[in-house]
């Protein structure tokens, strides 16, 4: 028997809630331990993460997070750091700019400046007090007051996009063109006026087929340019190009020299992929993790700090100060003990408790709502994809083969007994009704190619083979009727009823939920689908994210969900549907510190849950009517403040400086004037307050 198929394209005229945040608190959870950049400033280090952006203390050696939900920073991922002249932090992210002066933070976007894109990042500050942002739309020149754009069109450049720059000491600026994408690129000196000097790679040094990664100005004013595989030296226009430090026959990745400093007798220090070296202009002196002498296998960073050094490790944690011959590594960059940044797969168990799993990391990380623990011995492998909790408690893992976890023992299962060569699992369902285990699975069987589903009800395996489609199935659901829902990549979606029977519906899809009602929702090749039984309907219109919906999900008010993950990595993030409105969800309005959202995830209590690719997960938890949810920066249009949770100094912007506090029982318990724009809460006690202007009124919590 088959469903006649009737298929209604709906297009709404949507009510657009894009440009404001919906009412409610944000939490980022995010591993900080990989750093992208470093700089120094006074007693602190302020690192550049791809999960936030971290003040380190190095008297102290204590550290405090910054994210997209407890500050302004546009995204988690920090691409380049600058302290300027007045003394103020500047960061680049692929959703904007901010600054910090004074503890005061100021975002830079699209939305209210002339910048031509938010996706930035090389910056540099010079002698005038100018900040040089570099986007892939162009170079921004910010004096204090003005923004000057140049371009192809009206500048030198045969580019537009921006790989790197540096700033010497008469303020010019150094600029290259992107070495990876350009075929001929170019390296520029601009005074930020008039005169532009251009050198072209190929034509003054030759084409070294080099990627170049870091650049810096030295003690007398000649440039320094760190590659693949060599270190360019330029100086009166002359170049001198020099072997990079070894790669201890590493091969590819471990000779790029990914940032420079300089010493105070002229020595060139560089971080690779293989170790940290100086280069005194005739060899190279190198410390590696091989020779037993450097805790790393690859670094991002490095400074000098008198006679002790500081080095940001890449993919491998923290940071390292090597004093007196001696390596101390700091790796306390992170808000929580989450164990990857990269969510793949998120699942709640019996008793309320949040489990997840990065790709490519063969830990287990939960989460009770006040602790994180992590699993780092029970998975068989390191490619998770799907997790799902049962009846009793258990983690389901599908990674390579199935482990299933009690929260002590591990047990592991090899699919290849069963018909099948692919041991790689994307999907998986607990079936309540049932009380079984639903795999979703590519087979090669002895008939061919074929997506199937596996079975498991606590002692057998049973395979069920689709007859007629092929590909991966990358997503499950179970309807109110019992009816399992299967999207195999690339191919139909697909009802089965447990038994005999599919049907196939010509929809091309990633992610599948189900509701109450018996509704079946869809992220599609097209945008967001319903199935309501009889026949399908699309939906298009503003709040609708199109970048490349992946994952559904339904929370516990019937609300459906979509996240988005755009195939350039440039916007994305999540929209919601309430049944008469949709609202999207980017980095831009809400604590999603990526745009890039691998998985989401409904909560028993009406929370969301996102993971993201890089910038670790975050819940959302919608307000009552009542007023906001703690634990969070809340955004108005005319009223901010953060950090939140804070443990003293409460930044607020606003367009009045009366603010009044009171506790939860309405009783005040602060009032006055917030001087430049802050208020001291240290004398509070631990708890959660509301603060108001008069206007406007938000939550916070004094730790």
């Known amino acids: 028997m088959r469903y006649f198929i009737i298929i209604l394209v709906v297009t709404f005229s949507f009510l657009d809630r894009s440009s404001a945040q919906e009412s409610g608190s944000w939490h980022t959870f995010t591993n900080s331990a990989t750093p992208t950049c470093m700089i120094e400033d006074g007693q602190y280090l302020w690192v550049g993460t791809d999960a936030g952006l971290v003040k380190f203390d190095k008297l102290a050696d204590t550290s405090q997070v910054f994210n997209s939900s407890n500050s302004l920073l546009p995204q988690n991922k920090v691409n380049n750091i600058t302290r300027d002249k007045a003394g103020a932090i500047w960061a680049t992210t692929y959703g904007g700019v901010v600054r910090i002066q004074g503890g005061v933070w100021t975002k830079f976007t699209t939305s209210n400046t002339p910048m031509p894109s938010n996706n930035t990042n090389p910056i540099a500050a010079d002698s005038l007090g100018r900040v040089w942002i570099g986007s892939g739309s162009g170079l921004l020149k910010f004096d204090g007051g003005q923004w000057t754009i140049y371009t192809s069109a009206n500048s030198p450049l045969v580019s537009n996009s921006i790989y790197m720059l540096a700033t010497d000491r008469a303020s010019n600026v150094w600029i290259a063109t992107s070495w990876i994408s350009d075929s001929t690129p170019q390296l520029l000196k601009f005074d930020g006026a008039a005169s532009w000097e251009v050198h072209s790679i190929s034509t003054d040094v030759g084409y070294y087929g080099s990627n170049a990664f870091s650049m810096m ?29 070894p790669d201890g026959g590493n091969g590819p990745g471990y000779n790029y020299i990914f940032a420079l400093t300089e010493d105070r007798v002229k020595n060139v220090w560089a971080s690779t992929g293989y170790g940290i070296g100086y280069f005194d202009g005739l060899s190279w002196k190198t410390k590696t993790r091989y020779t037993g002498t ?10 000098l700090d008198g006679s002790d050094l500081w080095v940001a490790g890449y993919e491998a944690g923290g940071i390292a ?36 799993s990065g790709r490519f990391d063969p830990t287990l990380s939960m989460f009770d709502g006040k602790s994180w623990k992590n699993y780092d011995s029970v998975l068989h492998g390191s490619f998770v ?23 002590e023992k591990a047990m592991h299962f090899d699919l290849h007994q069963l018909d099948s060569n692919s041991n790689v699992i994307y999907a998986l369902l607990w079936d309540k ?13 002895s ?17 069920y083979l689709y007859p007629s489609i092929y590909g991966q199935i990358q997503s499950l659901a179970l309807d109110t009727s ?5 999207s195999p990549y690339d191919a139909n979606i697909t009802e089965f009823d447990g038994d005999t029977t599919f049907h196939y519906f010509n929809y091309i899809t990633l992610g599948l939920a189900s509701d109450a009602k018996g509704n079946v929702w869809a992220s599609t090749s097209n945008g967001p689908a319903k199935w309501d039984g009889t026949s399908w309907q699309t939906f298009s219109g503003s709040g609708i ?24 990595g440039i916007g994305g993030g999540a929209c919601e549907y309430d049944g008469k409105n949709w609202q999207a969800f980017t980095p831009a309005n809400s604590g999603i510190g990526s745009g890039m959202v691998w998985s989401i995830m409904a909560g028993k209590n009406g929370e969301l849950w996102f993971g993201s690719n890089g910038a670790g997960v975050a819940e959302f938890i919608p307000s009552p009517s009542a007023g906001v949810s703690p634990f969070s920066t809340q955004h108005t249009s005319d009223f901010t403040i953060y950090p939140n949770p804070t443990t003293g100094i409460l930044h607020i912007q606003s367009t009045s400086n009366n603010i009044v506090i009171t506790d939860l029982l309405g009783r005040t318990r602060m009032r006055g004037v917030a001087e430049a724009g802050a208020i001291d809460v240290s004398s509070l006690p631990k708890g959660v307050y509301s603060i108001g202007d008069g206007k406007s009124r938000s939550r916070f919590v004094k730790e």
């Not at 190619?449 to 395996?461: P, T, V």
């Not at 559904?552 to 996240?563: E, K, L, P, Q, R």
């Open 217 to 245: 100005v030295s003690r007398d004013n000649s440039l320094w340019i760190g590659m693949e595989g060599y270190i360019a030296h330029v100086q009166n226009r002359k170049w001198t190009v020099t072997a990079a430090m």
């Open 294 to 303: 450097y805790p790393f296998e690859r670094s991002r960073g490095v400074i």
């Open 321 to 356: 100060k090597l004093k007196d011959s001696t390596w101390t590594v700091f790796s306390n960059l992170s808000n929580c003990s989450l164990s990857s940044n990269y969510i793949q797969a998120m699942t709640m168990d019996s008793r309320g408790r949040y489990w997840f």
């Open 385 to 407: 994809q799907s997790l799902a909790a049962d009846s009793s408690g258990n983690i389901w893992i599908g990674e390579n083969g199935i482990t299933k976890f009690d929260g």
């Open 433 to 445: 009704k049932r009380g079984t285990l639903w795999v979703g699975n590519g087979f090669e069987g």
């Open 447 to 463: 008939s061919g190619y074929h997506s199937g589903l596996i079975r498991y009800d606590g002692e057998k395996w049973r395979t």
């Open 482 to 486: 019992g009816n399992i829902w299967a």
């Open 545 to 568: 994210l199109t970048g490349g919906l992946d994952g559904c999900t339904v929370d516990a008010n019937g609300n459906a969900w979509f996240s988005d993950f755009p195939n350039m």
